[in-house]
C-alpha cells in the first residue's frame, strides 16, 4: 500500500486490466491509497466511482475507487490487494465530480468527503439498491377469479377487495384488512392475482396530470420573475430572487419546477432546517402527482438510501432536503433552489466545514442549469454578486395578501420594569391583540427560563465550570444548563458562595415568558416552541397545526419560529430584546440579527388582517437598528456592504480560520505561534499577497474544558487564500502534536 500524492489525478481506464487502484479511504489522511486488483473485474472494466473492501492497518474499511494506473510508487510485491469489490457499477459522475470539487476547495480530506456524502448503509458496504415491496392485482376478470372459490370465502374477499383496486394493494394493505400471506399465495399459485415489485420510495406508479391542484394566478412581478428564469432552462443561469416575506416565493418556486418537471427533468430543492421540511413537503406534494422525496437528518439511514437511490435513478423527479441534500445524485438536473440562502444552517460548522449554498452554485455551473436563490433578506454575498451582475436580481416587493409588510416600532426599555421580559405598553398591545381575536408571537431567542442565576447577597453568578459562559435557569425540570457543552447541574438552593438563600433569575427565556404570559392572559392558550418543547418527535408540527386552526393564542418561540413558516393568524410579532447582535465582536453579526428580525417581523399579517411588530430595545437611537427600522433591511444590508469594502472584509475579502483547541492552554498557544511565524516566514518568500493574523483566542477561549485560539488568513485572490492553506495544512500535518485539534475554516460563517 502506498499513497498518491495529488488526490485529484484520474487516469482514465485503459482497455487493459490496470495494475494498481488508487481509493480514497474515510480517513483524515489528505491522500489515496495503492491496492492490486483482485478478483474478477467488473462488467464495465475497473474506473472511477466503484466502492471495494480495502484492508487499512487492522480494519476493512470501505473505499471508493478515484483512479486506476499501470504504476505505482511501491513495487507491485509491497501492495496489498484490494479485500473485495462491492459495485458492478460505479457512483454517479455528478456525484464524484461535487465530492472532489469540495475536498479541493475546503482542503478537506477525499475519503472522508466521500464518506461524509454517501448515506450510512452505502459506508458500511450495503449493495446500492432500492429497498421494494410486493403489490398485488388481479390477473384476470373478477368473474374468472371468482368462478371455483364458492368454497374459499375468505379468498373470495380478498379478490373482491383488490378487484375495487386497478393500480393494485401492497401487501401492508391487504393484512391490515385481516387477510393472510398464505391466501395471497394460495390465488398466486392458482394464477388469479399477480405480484409485482416495485420500489418502496418513489414507484414509477404516478401517471396521468403533472398537477394536483392548478397553479395560483400569479402577480406581475411574479410573472415577470418566473418569466426571466424561464428564458435560460437550458444553462447556468444564478438568479436572486428577493423578495419580502410573504411575497409569493414559494409560488415561483413551484411554477417553474413544473416547467422543470415537463422537460422531464429534476429538481433539487434546499431548506435551512429540518422544522421547514414537513411544511415545503406538504405543499409540494399537494400541488404534483409527481413523486417527492425527503433527505434531512429526521430519518432513519435506509429511509436516507432510499431517498437518495429514487433521486440517482431518477424515480424521484423532485428532491427536498436540508444542507446535506446538496450531495444527493439526480439522473436528469433541471434546476436548483435554495430557500432562505442567507441562512447560517446551511454552512456545516464542523468536520467538514462546507457551505451548501456555495455548493449549490458550483453544481448548477458544472451541469449547466440554473440556480435560484430566494429570500427576503438577501446574504451580503449574495447581493454583491447582484450588484456586479453575475447574478440576476430578481425583486418582489409585494405580499400576496393585500397588505404591505409591518414595520418595525421600536419600544425603549430604559428605566422601565418588566414582567417577563416584558413592559407594560407590550402587554396592553398584546391584550389588544387578542380582543381582536389575532394571534401573538413573542419572539425571544433564549432557551430556559433566564440566562444566568445571581445571588443578592453577594453578587455570585452561576457559571459553567467547563466553559467561559454562566449556566441558563430552566425549570421544567429545575436545572442550570450551559447551552455551550450542555453540562447539566442541580438548580442550587442556597449560594455556594455565600450560603444565602436569596438567589434571583436574571433576563427572561422562553420558560419565564410563557409563564408570565399564562399568568397575564390565564384564558388564552400559550404555546411554547423552541427546541426544549419540540424534542419529541413530530412534537413541532402537532404545535404548528393547533396553532393554524386559527383560534387566539399566544406564541413563545426561538428563531425556530422565524424560518419561513406560514402562521396566517398572527397580527402582532413582540421582539423581546433586539439588541443581542448590536455590538457583537463578530463582524456578520448586525448581519445576521437584521435579518433575523426581518424574518421574524414577516410572520405578521401575512393573511387577511394587517400586522404590527413591536421591537423592545435598550438602544432606540443605534443608527443601525434605526435605519432597519426607518427604511427596512435593503437599505441597512447596502450600508454594511460599503463598510465591509472599506474594512477589507468578505464579500470583498476571502477568509480562512485556522483553529486549535487542547486541554492545556499552552499547547494550543505554543502550536498556534509556530505555525503562525513559520507561515509569515513561507509568506515573505512566496510574496503572497496573504495576510496573516494571530494567534488570538476565540471569542469564547475555554469550552468543553479545552482551550480554544485561532489564526486568521486573508486575501483578495481567493487562489493565494487555498494555496496559502493547503500549505498550512501540510505543516500543521507534519509538525502538529496529538495533544492539540487544529482545523482550517475555508470561508467562515463566524469567527468564534
Same mark, same amino acid.
Not at 208 to 233: T, V
Not at 264 to 281: K, M, N, W, Y
Not at 283 to 288: I, V
Given at each position: 500500500m502506498a499513497d498518491s500524492k495529488v488526490e485529484s489525478r484520474n487516469v482514465a481506464t485503459t482497455p487493459s486490466a490496470p495494475r494498481v487502484l488508487r481509493v480514497a479511504v474515510p480517513t483524515p489522511l489528505r491522500r489515496l491509497f495503492d491496492y492490486r486488483p483482485k478478483g474478477p473485474p467488473p462488467s464495465g472494466g475497473w474506473q472511477p466511482g466503484l466502492r471495494v473492501k480495502v484492508p487499512f492497518g487492522q480494519r476493512q474499511l470501505v473505499g471508493i475507487v478515484m483512479a486506476c494506473d499501470d504504476h505505482s510508487e511501491l513495487p507491485a510485491n509491497q501492495l496489498k490487494p484490494i479485500g473485495s469489490r462491492l459495485d458492478d457499477e460505479p457512483l454517479p459522475a455528478d456525484w464524484l465530480w461535487l465530492c472532489r470539487f469540495t475536498a479541493r476547495y475546503y482542503l478537506h480530506s477525499l475519503g472522508d468527503t466521500l464518506h461524509h456524502a454517501l448515506p450510512a448503509p452505502l459506508r458500511q458496504g450495503r449493495p446500492l439498491e432500492a429497498r421494494t415491496r410486493e403489490r398485488w392485482r388481479l390477473a384476470t376478470s373478477l368473474e374468472q377469479a371468482l368462478a371455483g372459490l364458492e368454497r374459499a370465502p375468505r379468498q373470495r374477499s380478498l379478490v373482491e377487495l383488490l378487484a375495487q383496486h386497478s393500480h393494485g394493494l401492497v401487501t401492508s394493505a391487504i393484512t391490515v384488512q385481516g387477510f393472510t400471506r398464505a391466501q395471497l399465495q394460495g390465488l398466486l399459485g392458482k394464477g388469479l392475482i399477480a405480484c409485482q415489485q416495485e420500489p418502496l420510495t418513489a414507484g414509477d406508479n404516478?401517471? +396521468?396530470?403533472?398537477?394536483?391542484?392548478? !397553479?395560483? /394566478?400569479?402577480?406581475?412581478?411574479?410573472?415577470?420573475?418566473?418569466?426571466? *428564469?424561464?428564458?435560460?432552462?437550458?444553462?447556468?443561469?444564478?438568479?436572486?430572487? &428577493? #423578495?419580502?416575506?410573504?411575497?409569493?416565493?414559494?409560488?415561483?418556486?413551484?411554477?417553474?419546477?413544473?416547467?422543470?418537471?415537463?422537460? #422531464? %427533468?429534476?429538481?433539487?430543492?434546499?431548506?435551512?432546517? *429540518?422544522?421547514?421540511?414537513?411544511?415545503?413537503?406538504? %405543499?409540494? $406534494?399537494?400541488?404534483?402527482?409527481?413523486?417527492?422525496?425527503?433527505?434531512?437528518?429526521?430519518?432513519?439511514?435506509?429511509? $436516507?438510501? @432510499? !431517498?437518495?437511490?429514487?433521486?440517482?435513478?431518477?424515480?424521484?423527479?423532485?428532491?427536498?432536503?436540508? %444542507?446535506?441534500?446538496?450531495?444527493?445524485?439526480?439522473? $436528469?438536473? #433541471?434546476?436548483?433552489?435554495?430557500?432562505?440562502?442567507?441562512? +447560517?444552517?446551511?454552512?456545516?460548522? @464542523?468536520?467538514?466545514?462546507?457551505?451548501?449554498?456555495?455548493?449549490? *452554485?458550483?453544481?448548477?455551473?458544472?451541469e449547466a442549469i440554473p440556480i435560484l436563490l430566494g429570500s427576503a433578506t438577501p446574504s451580503l454575498e449574495s447581493l454583491a454578486q447582484a450588484r456586479s451582475g453575475r447574478y440576476r436580481h430578481l425583486r418582489l416587493t409585494q405580499r400576496a395578501s393585500r397588505h404591505a409588510p409591518a414595520k418595525l416600532e421600536l419600544v425603549d426599555l430604559r428605566g422601565r420594569p418588566r414582567q417577563g421580559g416584558l413592559i407594560a405598553p407590550v402587554i396592553d398591545a398584546i391584550r389588544q391583540a387578542l380582543k381582536a381575536e389575532g394571534q401573538v408571537l413573542v419572539f425571544i431567542n433564549r432557551r430556559g427560563f433566564a440566562p444566568s442565576l445571581a445571588c443578592h447577597q453577594c453578587g455570585w453568578i452561576a457559571e459553567c465550570r467547563h466553559c467561559d459562559s454562566r449556566m441558563t435557569l430552566h425549570r421544567q425540570p429545575p436545572r442550570l444548563v450551559c447551552h455551550h457543552c450542555e453540562h447539566q447541574t442541580p438548580q442550587p438552593d442556597a449560594c455556594p458562595a455565600c450560603g444565602?438563600?436569596?438567589?434571583?433569575?436574571? +433576563?427572561? #427565556?422562553?420558560?419565564?415568558?410563557?409563564?408570565?404570559?399564562?399568568?397575564?392572559? /390565564?384564558?388564552?392558550?400559550?404555546? $411554547? *416552541?423552541?427546541? @426544549?418543547?419540540? %424534542?419529541?418527535?413530530?412534537?413541532?408540527?402537532?404545535?404548528?397545526?393547533?396553532?393554524?386552526?386559527?383560534?387566539?393564542?399566544?406564541? =413563545?418561540?426561538?428563531?425556530?419560529?422565524?424560518? +419561513?413558516? &406560514?402562521?396566517?393568524?398572527?397580527?402582532?410579532?413582540? =421582539?423581546?430584546?433586539?439588541?443581542?447582535?448590536?455590538?457583537?465582536?463578530?463582524?456578520?453579526?448586525?448581519?445576521?440579527?437584521?435579518?433575523?428580525?426581518?424574518?421574524?417581523?414577516?410572520?405578521?399579517?401575512?393573511?387577511?388582517?394587517?400586522g404590527r411588530v413591536l421591537v423592545q430595545t435598550l438602544h432606540p437611537d443605534d443608527p443601525n437598528l434605526r435605519l432597519l427600522a426607518d427604511s427596512g433591511y435593503d437599505a441597512l444590508a447596502y450600508q454594511l456592504l460599503e463598510e465591509r469594502r472599506l474594512a477589507g472584509l468578505p464579500p470583498y475579502r476571502h477568509l480562512a480560520l485556522a483553529r486549535f483547541e487542547a486541554v492545556r492552554e499552552a499547547d494550543a498557544q505554543e502550536l498556534s505561534q509556530a505555525a503562525g511565524e513559520a507561515l509569515r516566514q513561507w509568506l515573505d518568500k512566496r510574496q503572497l499577497a496573504v495576510h496573516c493574523l494571530g494567534p488570538v483566542p476565540a471569542p469564547m477561549e475555554r469550552r468543553q474544558n479545552r482551550y480554544h485560539l485561532q489564526l486568521m488568513l486573508s486575501s483578495d485572490k481567493r487562489s493565494a487564500l487555498h494555496e496559502t492553506g493547503a500549505w498550512l495544512i501540510g505543516w500543521l500535518e507534519n509538525s502538529a502534536s496529538r495533544r492539540v485539534r487544529w482545523s482550517l475554516d475555508i470561508d467562515p460563517m463566524t469567527l468564534s
Open positions: 404516478w401517471r +396521468g396530470p403533472l398537477l394536483a391542484e392548478p !397553479a395560483l /394566478p400569479l402577480n406581475r412581478e411574479q410573472a415577470a420573475a418566473l418569466a426571466a *428564469i424561464h428564458e435560460s432552462l437550458d444553462r447556468y443561469h444564478p438568479c436572486l430572487l &428577493h #423578495g419580502v416575506t410573504g411575497s409569493g416565493k414559494t409560488e415561483v418556486y413551484l411554477q417553474l419546477i413544473e416547467g422543470v418537471l415537463a422537460q #422531464g %427533468r429534476q429538481a433539487l430543492v434546499l431548506v435551512p432546517e *429540518i422544522g421547514l421540511t414537513p411544511q415545503t413537503l406538504a %405543499r409540494f $406534494r399537494k400541488r404534483f402527482r409527481a413523486p417527492v422525496v425527503a433527505l434531512h437528518s429526521g430519518l432513519t439511514d435506509l429511509e $436516507r438510501l @432510499d !431517498a437518495w437511490e429514487a433521486a440517482r435513478s431518477g424515480r424521484a423527479p423532485i428532491v427536498i432536503g436540508t %444542507r446535506s441534500a446538496i450531495f444527493t445524485p439526480l439522473a $436528469r438536473p #433541471g434546476v436548483i433552489i435554495v430557500d432562505e440562502e442567507h441562512d +447560517g444552517s446551511f454552512k456545516q460548522q @464542523d468536520g467538514l466545514r462546507y457551505h451548501a449554498r456555495d455548493l449549490a *452554485i458550483a453544481r448548477a455551473h458544472r444565602s438563600a436569596d438567589l434571583r433569575p436574571l +433576563g427572561a #427565556g422562553t420558560e419565564r415568558s410563557e409563564e408570565t404570559l399564562a399568568t397575564l392572559f /390565564p384564558d388564552t392558550p400559550v404555546y $411554547r *416552541i423552541d427546541r @426544549d418543547s419540540t %424534542r419529541r418527535k413530530e412534537a413541532f408540527d402537532q404545535l404548528l397545526t393547533e396553532v393554524r386552526r386559527g383560534e387566539p393564542g399566544l406564541l =413563545v418561540g426561538t428563531q425556530m419560529l422565524a424560518k +419561513g413558516h &406560514h402562521l396566517p393568524h398572527v397580527t402582532l410579532v413582540v =421582539v423581546v430584546n433586539a439588541d443581542a447582535g448590536l455590538y457583537a465582536s463578530d463582524f456578520r453579526a448586525l448581519e445576521q440579527s437584521a435579518q433575523l428580525l426581518v424574518q421574524v417581523a414577516g410572520r405578521a399579517g401575512r393573511a387577511e388582517r394587517s
